[in-house]
Protein backbone atom coordinates (compact mmCIF):
# COMPACT_ATOMS: atom_id res chain seq x y z
CA UNK A 1 0.00 0.00 0.00
CA UNK A 2 1.18 3.54 -1.02
CA UNK A 3 -0.30 6.73 -0.96
CA UNK A 4 1.30 8.79 -4.06
CA UNK A 5 0.13 11.79 -6.63
CA UNK A 6 -0.34 10.81 -9.94
CA UNK A 7 -1.86 11.52 -13.36
CA UNK A 8 -4.90 10.78 -15.63
CA UNK A 9 -3.72 8.76 -18.71
CA UNK A 10 -7.23 8.65 -20.29
CA UNK A 11 -10.66 9.44 -18.61
CA UNK A 12 -13.58 7.88 -21.59
CA UNK A 13 -16.82 7.43 -21.72
CA UNK A 14 -17.88 3.67 -22.37
CA UNK A 15 -21.71 4.85 -23.02
CA UNK A 16 -24.59 6.56 -21.58
CA UNK A 17 -23.61 5.52 -17.81
CA UNK A 18 -20.20 4.25 -18.06
CA UNK A 19 -16.78 5.89 -17.76
CA UNK A 20 -12.98 4.14 -17.40
CA UNK A 21 -10.38 6.06 -16.31
CA UNK A 22 -6.73 4.92 -16.57
CA UNK A 23 -3.84 6.40 -14.04
CA UNK A 24 -0.17 6.02 -13.94
CA UNK A 25 0.61 3.30 -11.66
CA UNK A 26 3.82 4.03 -9.48
CA UNK A 27 5.25 0.73 -9.20
CA UNK A 28 6.50 1.03 -5.71
CA UNK A 29 3.16 0.69 -4.47
CA UNK A 30 3.37 -3.31 -5.74
CA UNK A 31 0.65 -5.02 -8.60
CA UNK A 32 -3.01 -4.82 -7.58
CA UNK A 33 -5.16 -8.15 -7.81
CA UNK A 34 -7.95 -8.81 -9.20
CA UNK A 35 -10.45 -7.67 -6.47
CA UNK A 36 -8.35 -5.30 -4.58
CA UNK A 37 -9.31 -1.68 -4.98
CA UNK A 38 -7.69 2.15 -4.42
CA UNK A 39 -9.19 5.04 -3.27
CA UNK A 40 -8.48 8.39 -4.81
CA UNK A 41 -9.32 12.45 -4.69
CA UNK A 42 -9.42 14.13 -7.96
CA UNK A 43 -6.49 17.30 -7.49
CA UNK A 44 -5.41 18.45 -4.19
CA UNK A 45 -8.45 20.21 -2.23
CA UNK A 46 -10.74 18.95 -0.25
CA UNK A 47 -13.66 18.62 -1.63
CA UNK A 48 -15.52 15.58 -1.86
CA UNK A 49 -13.62 15.63 2.02
CA UNK A 50 -13.78 11.53 1.93
CA UNK A 51 -11.75 9.48 -0.21
CA UNK A 52 -13.96 7.64 -2.82
CA UNK A 53 -12.94 3.64 -3.49
CA UNK A 54 -12.83 1.66 -6.85
CA UNK A 55 -12.05 -1.53 -7.82
CA UNK A 56 -9.37 -2.09 -10.24
CA UNK A 57 -11.05 -3.29 -13.63
CA UNK A 58 -6.50 -3.60 -15.25
CA UNK A 59 -3.30 -3.34 -14.45
CA UNK A 60 -0.53 -3.33 -16.99
CA UNK A 61 3.21 -3.34 -15.66
CA UNK A 62 4.73 -1.82 -18.87
CA UNK A 63 3.18 0.35 -22.01
CA UNK A 64 4.29 3.93 -23.75
CA UNK A 65 4.35 5.85 -19.85
CA UNK A 66 5.21 3.10 -17.82
CA UNK A 67 2.83 0.88 -15.80
CA UNK A 68 -0.86 1.79 -15.51
CA UNK A 69 -4.03 0.75 -14.05
CA UNK A 70 -7.76 1.43 -14.79
CA UNK A 71 -11.13 2.02 -12.60
CA UNK A 72 -14.59 1.46 -14.40
CA UNK A 73 -17.12 3.58 -12.55
CA UNK A 74 -20.56 5.12 -13.09
CA UNK A 75 -21.46 8.99 -12.53
CA UNK A 76 -23.39 8.56 -9.59
CA UNK A 77 -22.42 11.92 -7.44
CA UNK A 78 -20.67 14.76 -6.96
CA UNK A 79 -17.56 13.05 -6.43
CA UNK A 80 -17.60 10.82 -9.99
CA UNK A 81 -19.24 14.08 -11.61
CA UNK A 82 -15.90 15.64 -10.85
CA UNK A 83 -13.87 12.68 -11.47
CA UNK A 84 -15.41 12.32 -14.89
CA UNK A 85 -14.89 16.30 -15.97
CA UNK A 86 -11.21 15.32 -15.50
CA UNK A 87 -9.25 14.87 -18.36
CA UNK A 88 -5.36 13.64 -19.57
CA UNK A 89 -2.93 15.13 -17.39
CA UNK A 90 -4.84 15.88 -14.43
CA UNK A 91 -3.91 14.98 -10.79
CA UNK A 92 -4.88 12.29 -8.56
CA UNK A 93 -4.37 11.62 -4.99
CA UNK A 94 -3.93 7.63 -4.96
CA UNK A 95 -3.84 5.15 -1.60
CA UNK A 96 -3.38 1.53 -2.73
CA UNK A 97 -3.47 -1.37 -3.66
CA UNK A 98 -5.84 -2.04 -0.40
CA UNK A 99 -8.16 -4.83 0.72
CA UNK A 100 -7.89 -8.99 0.11
CA UNK A 101 -8.42 -10.09 -3.41
CA UNK A 102 -10.03 -13.07 -5.27
CA UNK A 103 -7.85 -16.31 -4.58
CA UNK A 104 -7.13 -18.64 -7.94
CA UNK A 105 -9.25 -21.61 -8.40
CA UNK A 106 -8.15 -25.45 -8.12
CA UNK A 107 -6.90 -27.25 -11.11
CA UNK A 108 -10.25 -29.22 -11.05
CA UNK A 109 -12.82 -26.26 -10.68
CA UNK A 110 -14.61 -24.62 -13.21
CA UNK A 111 -14.42 -21.14 -12.41
CA UNK A 112 -17.52 -19.71 -12.66
CA UNK A 113 -17.78 -15.25 -12.74
CA UNK A 114 -20.66 -13.24 -12.32
CA UNK A 115 -21.11 -9.30 -11.95
CA UNK A 116 -23.66 -6.74 -11.82
CA UNK A 117 -23.96 -3.67 -12.26
CA UNK A 118 -20.61 -1.65 -10.87
CA UNK A 119 -19.50 -5.16 -9.92
CA UNK A 120 -18.12 -5.38 -13.63
CA UNK A 121 -14.67 -3.47 -13.04
CA UNK A 122 -13.18 -6.64 -10.46
CA UNK A 123 -14.94 -9.24 -12.07
CA UNK A 124 -13.60 -8.55 -15.51
CA UNK A 125 -10.21 -8.55 -14.46
CA UNK A 126 -10.04 -11.44 -12.78
CA UNK A 127 -11.54 -12.80 -15.77
CA UNK A 128 -8.74 -11.63 -18.10
CA UNK A 129 -6.56 -12.99 -15.59
CA UNK A 130 -7.79 -16.21 -15.15
CA UNK A 131 -8.16 -16.79 -19.10
CA UNK A 132 -4.25 -15.49 -19.95
CA UNK A 133 -3.12 -18.01 -16.89
CA UNK A 134 -5.51 -21.15 -18.62
CA UNK A 135 -3.14 -22.32 -21.18
CA UNK A 136 -0.40 -21.70 -18.71
CA UNK A 137 -1.14 -23.98 -15.75
CA UNK A 138 -3.88 -26.37 -16.98
CA UNK A 139 -6.75 -24.68 -15.10
CA UNK A 140 -10.25 -24.16 -16.89
CA UNK A 141 -10.88 -21.21 -18.63
CA UNK A 142 -13.37 -19.10 -16.96
CA UNK A 143 -16.90 -18.71 -17.62
CA UNK A 144 -17.21 -14.77 -17.44
CA UNK A 145 -21.10 -13.59 -16.48
CA UNK A 146 -22.09 -9.93 -16.97
CA UNK A 147 -25.59 -8.65 -15.97
CA UNK A 148 -27.54 -5.20 -17.08
CA UNK A 149 -30.75 -4.63 -17.39
CA UNK A 150 -30.56 -3.68 -20.92
CA UNK A 151 -28.16 -3.43 -24.11
CA UNK A 152 -28.24 -0.12 -23.62
CA UNK A 153 -26.48 -0.79 -20.15
CA UNK A 154 -23.91 -2.31 -21.54
CA UNK A 155 -20.77 -0.32 -22.00
CA UNK A 156 -18.53 -0.55 -24.54
CA UNK A 157 -15.66 -2.71 -24.38
CA UNK A 158 -13.70 -5.49 -25.03
CA UNK A 159 -14.98 -8.23 -23.48
CA UNK A 160 -12.89 -11.55 -23.12
CA UNK A 161 -13.66 -14.10 -25.93
CA UNK A 162 -17.18 -16.05 -24.79
CA UNK A 163 -18.34 -13.56 -22.15
CA UNK A 164 -22.40 -13.98 -21.86
CA UNK A 165 -24.25 -11.32 -21.31
CA UNK A 166 -26.83 -11.18 -19.50
CA UNK A 167 -30.10 -8.72 -19.61
CA UNK A 168 -33.36 -8.43 -17.83
CA UNK A 169 -34.99 -7.86 -21.08
CA UNK A 170 -33.33 -9.97 -23.22
CA UNK A 171 -31.92 -7.45 -25.33
CA UNK A 172 -28.84 -8.89 -25.56
CA UNK A 173 -27.74 -12.50 -25.81
CA UNK A 174 -29.58 -14.51 -22.64
CA UNK A 175 -32.82 -13.34 -21.07
CA UNK A 176 -32.33 -13.41 -17.49
CA UNK A 177 -29.87 -12.92 -14.58
CA UNK A 178 -26.18 -13.80 -14.42
CA UNK A 179 -27.45 -15.98 -11.01
CA UNK A 180 -30.50 -17.87 -13.30
CA UNK A 181 -27.85 -18.96 -15.89
CA UNK A 182 -25.50 -20.17 -13.08
CA UNK A 183 -28.37 -22.07 -11.61
CA UNK A 184 -29.80 -24.12 -14.89
CA UNK A 185 -25.71 -24.05 -16.94
CA UNK A 186 -22.86 -24.23 -14.51
CA UNK A 187 -21.37 -27.87 -13.72
CA UNK A 188 -23.40 -29.75 -10.86
CA UNK A 189 -19.69 -30.64 -9.30
CA UNK A 190 -16.57 -28.84 -9.57
CA UNK A 191 -17.48 -25.25 -10.03
CA UNK A 192 -15.99 -22.19 -8.10
CA UNK A 193 -18.07 -19.18 -7.79
CA UNK A 194 -16.90 -15.91 -7.87
CA UNK A 195 -18.53 -12.82 -8.08
CA UNK A 196 -19.64 -8.88 -7.65
CA UNK A 197 -22.53 -6.77 -7.26
CA UNK A 198 -25.43 -5.67 -5.33
CA UNK A 199 -26.33 -7.29 -2.25
CA UNK A 200 -29.52 -9.03 -3.23
CA UNK A 201 -27.27 -10.50 -6.24
CA UNK A 202 -24.61 -11.82 -3.55
CA UNK A 203 -27.19 -13.08 -1.04
CA UNK A 204 -28.80 -15.11 -4.20
CA UNK A 205 -25.70 -16.85 -5.02
CA UNK A 206 -24.06 -17.69 -1.60
CA UNK A 207 -27.25 -19.71 -1.21
CA UNK A 208 -27.10 -21.32 -4.21
CA UNK A 209 -23.52 -22.23 -3.75
CA UNK A 210 -24.57 -23.33 -0.48
CA UNK A 211 -26.69 -25.99 -1.37
CA UNK A 212 -24.67 -26.99 -4.02
CA UNK A 213 -21.47 -27.18 -2.05
CA UNK A 214 -19.52 -25.12 -4.16
CA UNK A 215 -17.03 -22.47 -2.69
CA UNK A 216 -17.78 -19.27 -3.68
CA UNK A 217 -15.72 -15.81 -3.31
CA UNK A 218 -18.06 -12.74 -2.83
CA UNK A 219 -16.80 -9.04 -3.41
CA UNK A 220 -18.84 -6.61 -1.43
CA UNK A 221 -19.92 -3.54 -2.50
CA UNK A 222 -19.99 -1.23 0.09
CA UNK A 223 -19.79 2.24 1.43
CA UNK A 224 -16.32 3.04 3.03
CA UNK A 225 -14.97 6.20 4.39
CA UNK A 226 -11.36 5.39 5.68
CA UNK A 227 -10.78 2.71 3.47
CA UNK A 228 -8.02 0.85 5.74
CA UNK A 229 -9.95 -0.39 8.58
CA UNK A 230 -10.25 2.42 11.10
CA UNK A 231 -13.46 3.92 10.95
CA UNK A 232 -15.89 0.53 11.17
CA UNK A 233 -17.59 2.07 8.28
CA UNK A 234 -18.19 -0.68 6.18
CA UNK A 235 -18.67 -3.35 8.82
CA UNK A 236 -20.79 -6.65 7.34
CA UNK A 237 -22.66 -9.02 10.09
CA UNK A 238 -20.85 -12.48 10.35
CA UNK A 239 -23.65 -15.48 10.56
CA UNK A 240 -25.28 -16.44 13.64
CA UNK A 241 -24.04 -12.95 15.67
CA UNK A 242 -20.60 -13.91 15.80
CA UNK A 243 -19.93 -9.82 15.21
CA UNK A 244 -18.64 -7.90 12.21
CA UNK A 245 -16.03 -7.88 9.92
CA UNK A 246 -14.86 -4.66 7.45
CA UNK A 247 -15.46 -4.43 3.96
CA UNK A 248 -11.98 -2.54 3.40
CA UNK A 249 -9.18 -4.63 5.42
CA UNK A 250 -10.93 -8.15 6.01
CA UNK A 251 -12.09 -7.73 2.59
CA UNK A 252 -13.55 -7.02 0.05
CA UNK A 253 -13.51 -10.37 -1.31
CA UNK A 254 -15.06 -13.08 1.52
CA UNK A 255 -15.50 -16.49 1.36
CA UNK A 256 -19.68 -17.76 1.00
CA UNK A 257 -19.76 -18.43 4.67
CA UNK A 258 -17.64 -15.38 6.08
CA UNK A 259 -20.64 -13.48 5.69
CA UNK A 260 -24.98 -12.92 6.90
CA UNK A 261 -25.14 -11.84 3.17
CA UNK A 262 -28.94 -11.57 3.66
CA UNK A 263 -28.64 -9.31 6.29
CA UNK A 264 -28.60 -6.23 5.03
CA UNK A 265 -31.63 -7.14 2.22
Known amino acids: MLQFDTRILSNRPLGPSWMELCLAWDPRAGRPEPGQF ?3 RPGRGF ?3 LRR ?7 LDSGPEGPSASILYQIRGQATGLLADLGPGASLDV ?8 SLPQTDEVPILAAGGVGLGPVLYLARTLAKAAPEDSTAAPVFLAGFRSAAAIPDIDFPPGTILCTDDGSASYRGTALDWIAHNAPIKGSRIYACG ?9 RLARERAWPAE ?3 EQWMACGVGACMGCALPRP ?3 GYLRACADGPVFSRDDIAWEAGL
Do not use: H, R, V
Open 38 to 40: LTL
Open 47 to 49: DPL
Open 53 to 59: PFAFASY
Open 95 to 102: LGPLGKGF
Open 198 to 206: PGAMLAALA
Open 218 to 220: LSA
Open 240 to 242: AGA
